[in-house]
């Protein structure tokens, strides 16, 4: 894909000067400009161009008028023939590079093994690696299929000798338990082997019986219940049961382990018995290495989720006995009917409007109803707590005590020593007494104080037949998991062997105090706490001041600042409706009647030969037996059958030559998350590269961040329902970070539908990997918390929010003593920021957004430490941060209409985004119809690549059509404000699948890459 050059680029490597210069002595005419074009791109890039087609115009142009040649004349160089290759030679001389020879091969396919490919499996990056080592070694690259067996040789090579050093660490016994796992397992759709009789011995009775314990092993947990729970309880038993070391893979790189990984997941037991014996033996430990760590997670989503739903499922109860007995009342009923009616009537209006006046007595009269319920009744936490008790006891306990069984638990903090305690004490029991002891022993110790919920502890004693108080195991154990529940939340206590879940200190970075300077000027932030806080201060103050000044005068006519009772101390009025763009309706149509309707499987089509995009998949293992022509097809095909949701086996009914079988086949091989998500990025970066800079600006800094709820089938355990979207089925929310210049998303993650937002927002603009330098983003109130403007501070980049809530917000002073400098805002102030908590962690907070910065751990596993139940100092200091930052940005953003346009403007964005979103994914009723959480991210990538074709497409199209003369100087700055590639008039998901790459649009700007 050839890029528009600016003008700094152009001069820069492709002007000739001195002994360059010297070099076109003697030649003229074509010869001459063939020449200085083969030197100035071999200066660049290393290598000689392909063909005509790599060099762009804008160079052919400006080298022509360097040498005095005509452009014109280049159409007269032969590009393969004795000329050429006497020039090619010349050049390498005066350069002093030698051609690949099959010597220089082999040593750079050693280097790469030793050097690369022992921590990096992707083609595409090692390819890299290969091309900077033969230019520092003075060599030209070699043909691309020359390159390309290079790169094979050294992946072998360091794959035999990676797996060999593996294989010899691992104890015999371990070994043919590996190989005893695969021996007998069927395939996908196939029986397994009968079992010897011996067979049991090595992984329990459930083999003996019959059970596939490999396929076992590679399930997806299902949903929530006891039976999950005993099944990956068993898996990870079995896994335990091989016995591999704990530090088999200490030296091995995370991307080489995954890689393993994924090559097993992809590959049929009888594949993985064909592999060598090292091979073999290496794939199936770092497969169940990685297993072991996703299981052990699993299994605390499942402690967390299972307490959490047994707390719903209490309060529901309990709500619904509340309103049982208050219709026993007389004269009850009338007043919740009236209520009802009133709510009802006004769903928006506020309580005291509605519900109160609809009330005989009104809110005295509620106050009265809740007393007489507290007074007739048990209190209502204790009546909670009853029915915990009782669901627990009834139906979880038996799961959540097996988790506790085969976890190994760990905190840090001494604070936590008492849960440690309490967990041993619960587990010892289980070992050593039947369910039948229903008390502790007399004299042992089970902590209570910070263990036990105050409501639970009058509900956890019993008097014994000498009246001597006695604590009850299982009110006990509620407790417990109830506390364990929030405090693994926010990781204060953490699981051995876990990889999310794990001890949060190794999610930081090692090295931080040896590489501190560099870490402190990476984030651009200074060294001494004390200039960070003048900064903040400096900021804080400068802003308050000039809201409190814009107040007075003639002030703000949008905005108020005064007290008012129950309805905060902000009032801002909504703004004025934007004129509506008169010809873009028009531009739209003409772009439909010049391409017509254009199927979505054309544009996709025409978008990855354009860019080349699907070369970035490769096989799962070392070698690939597809033809280039038949991949690329069955490539486009699972992406539009993913995308749409419309299904692998619809899609292989249509008319080509693929089969279902065929389809699922590159699926398992080829189709990767990782390898969807670089599809995405290239396609933006494509887009980017083609923008018009006088109809779309320079380039946007800015993204707007929402999340979009989709269905999703829930036999699983991240699926969920929520209370914010009670009118939808349990599903999972897609988190788009999407640029507000031209509507292109430039990252999407899936997230469940009770996870936070600011892990996600900061996600998305921290690791979308495209060309685009994000300095902006534009978030809605899920987005905006203390702690999301506190992170984003430090990361160096704005948050912009949108707040339901405005008349509640509250402005915070710079100091205790500050009160009276801002007199027109004193009814939005409160408390004085404290100054000394930022100051005594600011190191401690540089070191989590530096973890954040190099990925040392996810940014949602980093964040959990950031919760209201954590008890870390670098919490409360992030709190102030935010609190800083969010009042910097609380006074600039009143007092400024154009900022608050923008903001509406750009969220606006990302709303049209999603709108878009149900077009696409028509099949299925939009569902992400799978319970595996990689089928459902495949769905979400896929169907952020066919927008991103729709966008990559339709800016073309706009391009194109607005530079026919008819279209000179017709857009208004109007029409160029609500301009958006992001419309889908002129595409159709829908109709038959016709597969034809020969198939091509009409296009221009953006050369052809080929598959």
Not at 108 to 126: F, I
Not at 838 to 853: C, E, G, P, Q
């Amino acid at each position: 894909m050839v890029r528009v050059l600016d003008e700094d680029e152009l001069v820069g490597n492709w002007t000739l000067v001195g002994e360059e210069l010297d070099q076109l002595s003697g030649r003229r005419g074509a010869t001459k400009l063939g020449f200085a074009l083969l030197l100035r791109f071999y200066a660049v890039h290393g290598r000689f161009p392909a063909g005509r087609a790599e060099i762009p115009e804008q160079a052919v142009a400006y080298v022509a008028r360097l040498v005095d040649v005509l452009p014109s004349e280049l159409g007269l160089y032969e590009w393969d023939g004795r000329t050429i290759k006497a020039h090619r030679g010349d050049i390498r001389r005066y350069f002093g590079f030698r051609e690949c020879s099959l010597a220089d091969a082999d040593k750079a396919a050693d280097w790469l093994a030793v050097k690369v490919c022992d921590k990096e499996r992707q083609a595409d990056r090692v390819r890299a690696e290969l091309l900077a080592y033969l230019r520092e070694e003075r060599i030209e690259p070699p043909a691309r299929d020359r390159i390309r067996r290079i790169i094979g040789t050294a992946l072998r090579q360091a794959e035999q000798s990676q797996t060999a050093q593996i294989s010899g660490r691992i104890p015999a016994e371990a070994i043919l338990r590996l190989l005893a796992l695969i021996a007998k397992s069927a395939d996908p759709g196939g029986e397994a082997e009968s079992q010897a009789e011996d067979d049991g011995a090595l992984f329990g009775v459930a083999e003996a019986a019959g059970v596939d314990v490999f396929a076992v092993i590679r399930e997806e947990p299902g949903n929530v219940s006891v039976k999950t729970i005993e099944r990956e309880v068993f898996k990870l038993t079995a896994i335990r049961a091989v016995g591999l070391p704990d530090d088999v893979f200490a030296d091995v790189a995370p991307k080489v382990l995954a890689a393993w990984r994924a090559r097993v997941a992809a590959e049929a037991p009888s594949h993985l018995r064909s592999h060598p014996h090292d091979i073999k033996v290496t794939l199936l430990a770092a497969y169940l290495h990685c297993r072991a760590r996703e299981i052990t997670d699993t299994l605390v989503d499942l402690l967390i989720s299972t307490v959490h739903r047994i707390n719903a499922r209490a309060d529901t109860k309990v709500t619904s006995d509340f309103v049982a007995e208050l219709k026993r009342v007389s004269g009850k009923e009338n007043i919740l009917f009236k209520m009802t009616e009133a709510a009802l009537e006004s769903p928006e209006s506020r309580v005291e409007d509605v519900i109160y006046p609809a009330v005989p007595g009104g809110y005295t009269t509620l106050i009265s109803l809740l007393h007489e319920f507290k007074a007739k009744g048990t209190s209502y936490r204790q009546h909670k707590q009853r029915v915990f008790k009782a669901s627990y006891t009834n139906h979880y306990r038996t799961g959540l005590i097996q988790i506790l069984e085969v976890l190994e638990f760990g905190s840090t903090n001494t604070v936590h020593a008492p849960m440690m305690q309490a967990l041993t004490l619960i587990k010892r029991y289980k070992a050593e007494q039947s369910n039948r002891v229903k008390c502790y022993a007399l004299g042992e110790i089970a902590p209570v104080e910070g263990i036990v919920p105050a409501e639970l502890v009058e509900l956890m004693y019993r008097a014994d037949g000498t009246k001597r108080r006695r604590i009850l195991r299982s009110v006990y154990e509620c407790g417990v998991f109830q506390t364990l529940r929030e405090k693994l939340r926010c990781k204060e206590i953490w699981v051995v062997g876990a990889d999310r879940w794990r001890n949060p200190d190794d999610d930081l970075p090692k090295d931080f105090e040896t590489r501190r300077a560099e870490n402190y000027a990476n984030l651009r932030k200074p060294l001494d706490p004390q200039v960070f806080i003048d900064q903040l201060r400096s900021e804080m103050d400068a802003e308050l001041s000039a809201l409190n000044d814009a107040l007075g005068g003639r002030g703000l006519a949008w905005l108020k600042i005064a007290e008012r009772r129950n309805a905060g101390a902000i009032q801002l009025s909504p703004l004025d409706a934007a004129p509506e763009p008169r010809n873009l309706r028009r531009l739209k149509t003409a772009i439909r009647d010049r391409w017509g309707v254009v199927p979505l499987m054309d544009m996709l089509t025409e978008t990855c030969l354009r860019t080349g995009c699907l070369n970035v998949f490769t096989p799962a293992g070392t070698q690939n037996h597809l033809d280039a022509q038949v991949l690329f097809e069955r490539l486009l095909l699972l992406i539009y059958a993913y995308g749409t949701g419309t299904g692998i086996r619809a899609v292989a009914a249509s008319d080509h030559p693929h089969t279902e079988d065929d389809l699922r086949y590159a699926r398992r091989r080829y189709l990767t998350v990782e390898a969807c998500r670089e599809v995405a990025r290239i396609i933006a970066n494509a887009t980017f590269a083609v923008r018009q800079a006088a109809l779309w600006g320079e380039g946007t800094t800015a993204v707007a961040s929402d999340s979009t709820h989709f269905s999703a089938f829930d036999q699983n355990i991240f699926t969920e329902w929520h209370s914010r979207y009670r009118r939808a089925k349990r599903g999972v929310l897609i988190y788009w970070t999407v640029e507000t210049g031209g509507s292109m998303a430039v990252h999407s993650q899936l997230i469940s539908c009770s996870a936070s937002e600011v892990h996600a927002m900061v996600e998305g603009a921290m690791r979308h990997g495209t060309d685009m330098e994000i300095e902006q983003n534009f978030v809605d109130s899920h987005g905006a918390s203390f702690v999301g403007f506190g992170i984003i501070r430090l990361l160096d980049f704005d948050l912009v929010a949108r707040f339901k809530q405005i008349n509640k917000m509250k402005l915070y002073l710079p100091g205790r003593g500050d009160f009276y400098d801002y007199p027109l805002l004193a009814p939005a102030l409160t408390r004085p920021i404290k100054w000394d908590i930022i100051a005594n962690n600011y190191d401690l907070m540089m070191k989590y957004a530096t973890a954040i910065r190099l990925r040392t751990a996810s940014t949602e596993a980093l964040l959990r430490r950031f919760t209201s139940e954590t008890t870390h100092p670098a919490y409360a200091a992030m709190l102030e941060v935010g609190r800083v930052q969010r009042t910097i940005f609380l006074a600039r953003w009143l007092r400024d209409r154009d900022l608050q346009r923008e903001t509406e403007s750009g969220l606006n964005v990302v709303e049209n985004y999603n709108g878009v979103n149900d077009y696409i994914k028509f099949g299925k009723r939009g569902e992400l119809a799978s319970n595996r959480r990689e089928e459902q991210e495949l769905g979400m990538l896929c169907l952020h690549i066919l927008q991103s074709c729709l966008g990559l497409i339709n800016t073309l199209m706009i391009q194109d059509t607005l530079a026919l003369p008819e279209w000179e100087d017709v857009l208004t700055d109007i029409d160029r404000r609500g301009l958006t590639p992001l419309f889908h008039t002129n595409m159709t998901p829908y109709g038959e699948i016709q597969l034809r790459t020969d198939r091509r649009l009409d296009l221009t700007n953006l050369p052809a890459a080929g598959p």
